[in-house]
Structures are given as structure tokens and as C-alpha cells.
């Protein structure tokens, strides 16, 4: 029988707020929780709460990088796939590559 793996952490990747973590970060340095307690209670992971506090970063930012070719450019890509499939063509990766 297969075993199924079952999460550890108190939270999934990139769910806790900005608001969360500055609060988190208040009460730490206030010494009114420790770390693990802390990241517990506001459902943060306990190593990016302590890196946060090290590196004094205070902002959540994007888990994946920002597009390469620009919102503007990847929407009109869009359009064209879209345009693509209407009208019944399946669109193949190096049409839409040269399109970029």
C-alpha cells in the first residue's frame, strides 16, 4: 500500500500576507513571541520569518519572475492564439515563437 505525504508546515508556499508578516516581524522584535511561534501564529514558514528579520525585508514580492516580453507584448500574443483557434487552427509552438 502506497503511503501518502502529508505537509508539515503550518502553511503552503506564498499564502501568508505582507500585513502577516509585518506583524510576525513586530511581535519578534518586541520579544513578546519567539520565531517558531510566531511563523505558527500567522501561518508564515518559520525560515522565511527568520530571513525577513536578518535581511530587514519587509515586502512580499511575485514567487515567479516578472514576463520577459512585457504585459502588453504577451497579451497581443494571446490575442493571436485565440485568433488562431477561431478560426481553426491549432497554433504550434514555433508559430507562436516566431510571433514573439
Not at 53 to 77: A, Q, V
Amino acid at each position: 500500500m502506497p503511503t501518502t505525504y502529508i505537509r508539515k508546515g503550518s502553511s503552503t508556499p506564498g499564502e501568508w500576507t505582507e500585513d502577516n508578516l509585518k506583524n510576525a516581524i513586530k511581535v519578534v522584535e518586541e520579544k513578546n513571541m519567539g520565531v517558531k511561534r510566531a511563523a505558527k501564529t500567522f501561518s508564515i514558514p518559520k525560515t522565511t520569518l527568520k530571513r525577513r528579520i536578518k535581511t530587514h525585508n519587509f515586502t512580499k514580492g511575485s514567487l515567479f519572475p516578472s514576463s520577459i516580453l512585457g504585459c502588453g507584448n504577451e497579451n497581443k500574443i494571446v490575442a493571436h492564439i485565440n485568433k488562431l483557434q477561431n478560426r481553426g487552427f491549432t497554433p504550434y509552438r514555433d508559430s507562436v515563437r516566431y510571433v514573439a
